[in-house]
């Protein structure tokens, strides 16, 4: 069975996957492989379906789950709590994209980005960032993707910094990257990347690297202090699908 997005908690001990044939979310825990819990009242589909969840981030004590494609589901963001796996909160996305395709806390768990478009290009994309402010009540704060790039119809990536400063977004069909100040929603840099489409990126430990990249292009290294293309490299006979910092 094809899976739409699987993470890790915080610390390893669970593992949290979305079957993209039933919409089927399953915990697990690592050390055993003990199914801790199950979710099945998303509406089936997936990645390409008409409903279902489709992506999944970890918080210290949150799972959120995002669904993807479809109606009604398609601009929602469930809340799990990992203590007793009951739902705190689902957030009610307001959109003209299609869908959610990416989401991702900030390193506090207090904040959560939520990228949205449409690989059909019916849709424009969108950018939000949610806050536990007033129980997750407050209004997200809006990056203003088309105002940055117009024409853009997904958010294929999305990531915070390890601070928590900076937020990370690439787009589709332009491969351009922006990277914002995630506290006050301003843009500090666009980054034209256009062989990727936008696949992914990633923030070294230290902060001090962003990488962005992926798919079958070079992945490129920016300095952030100050930011600049520092070094590109290649992985010689893989598909560099995923950016991913150690």
Request: hydrophobic fraction near 40%; proline fraction near 6%.
């Amino acid at each position: 069975t094809a899976f739409c997005d699987a993470a890790f908690s915080r610390y390893g001990a669970m593992v949290a996957s979305v079957r993209e044939a039933s919409g089927l979310v399953e915990i697990r825990d690592v050390a055993s492989s003990e199914v801790l819990h199950v979710i099945e009242n998303f509406p089936s589909g997936g990645d390409h379906g008409d409903d279902g969840p489709g992506a999944l981030s970890f918080s210290d004590d949150v799972l959120a789950i995002a669904g993807r494609n479809g109606e009604p589901n398609a601009k929602q963001v469930r809340l799990l709590s990992l203590r007793h796996f009951a739902t705190l909160k689902t957030l009610e996305l307001t959109s003209e994209s299609k869908a959610c395709m990416e989401l991702t806390f900030d390193p506090s768990g207090t904040r959560l980005a939520v990228a949205m478009g449409d690989h059909l290009g019916e849709t424009p994309a969108d950018l939000q960032i949610c806050s536990e402010v007033d129980d997750w009540d407050a209004p997200p704060l809006r990056l203003g993707v088309l105002d940055l790039c117009p024409g853009q119809r997904a958010v294929t990536s999305v990531a915070f910094s390890n601070d928590g400063r900076l937020l990370c977004a690439g787009f589709f069909p332009s491969g351009t990257f922006a990277l914002w100040d995630a506290e006050a929603g301003v843009c500090i840099r666009i980054i034209a990347h256009p062989e990727t489409k936008g696949h992914d990126c990633n923030f070294s430990p230290a902060d001090d690297l962003l990488a962005t990249g992926g798919g079958n292009a070079p992945i490129v290294l920016h300095e952030l202090r100050p930011l600049s293309a520092q070094a590109t490299f290649e992985l010689p006979g893989h598909n560099q699908d995923e950016v991913s910092a150690r």
